[in-house]
């Protein structure tokens, strides 16, 4: 077994918090493991935790549609993960503890997986790996650093779906992401218009 399927193991058979008491299933994360891009959200909500998999829901789709349009998608381009493994009852926020004893699993996997680029989607993502304190509102569109890795954070898919307004800034956001990618990555990769 190697180093990632080690820690899937690990990880699928947490107990360290009272989500593992409310699971069906613990959600690692899927994508390409050598993956330069890494999306991650906050955690699973009800469609994710029957399935196992992340963003199988409606914020599921559209990620989706946002990766397709920049060129990328979750088999080839990008793994995506979550803040949290396992969903909190009623999708309600993970507590601060919760978050605090899964946040070793993520950090493994970046590690592991080794991305160029994170993507950072929604205010618990950010919050969650840069600062507690951080507002999606102020950071969004920016380049951050993060243990010299470059970190874009975003709006989360759901407030897209509750807010056609921010629309706009996520696809500028991106198009951020595809221009560093080809930058960094693959210059042969289609650059994002319009
Ligand atoms: N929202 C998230 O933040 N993560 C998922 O996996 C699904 C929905």
Redesign the pocket.
């Known amino acids: 077994m190697d180093l990632f399927e080690q820690l899937k193991c690990e990880t699928e058979s947490c107990m360290l918090c009272n989500l593992s008491k409310t699971r069906t299933h613990v959600?690692f994360g899927e994508g390409n493991r050598n993956a330069k891009i890494m999306c991650i959200?906050?955690?699973?909500?009800y469609?994710?935790d029957q399935l196992g998999?992340?963003?199988?829901?409606k914020?599921?789709e559209l990620l989706d549609k946002i990766l397709g349009v920049c060129g990328f998608n979750r088999l080839e381009h990008v793994f995506?993960a979550?803040?949290v493994k396992c969903r909190p009852p009623e999708n309600r926020d993970p507590l601060p503890e919760e978050r605090t004893l899964c946040i070793p699993y993520l950090y493994k996997q970046i590690e592991i997986i080794d991305p160029k680029i994170i993507v950072l989607?929604?205010a618990?993502?950010l919050k969650g790996l840069i600062d507690p304190e951080a507002k999606i509102t102020k950071l969004r569109g920016e380049w951050l650093d993060w243990n010299n890795r470059l970190v874009m954070p975003t709006f989360?898919?759901?407030a897209l779906l509750r807010n056609e307004q921010l629309k706009r800034p996520v696809w500028e956001d991106f198009k951020k992401v595809v221009a560093k990618y080809r930058e960094l990555v693959n210059p042969d990769h289609p650059s994002a218009y319009c």
Request: charged share 10%.
């Open positions: 959600v959200g906050e955690g699973p909500g469609y994710e998999r992340p963003f199988v829901g914020s599921g995506i979550n803040i989607l929604g618990t993502a989360h898919p759901s």
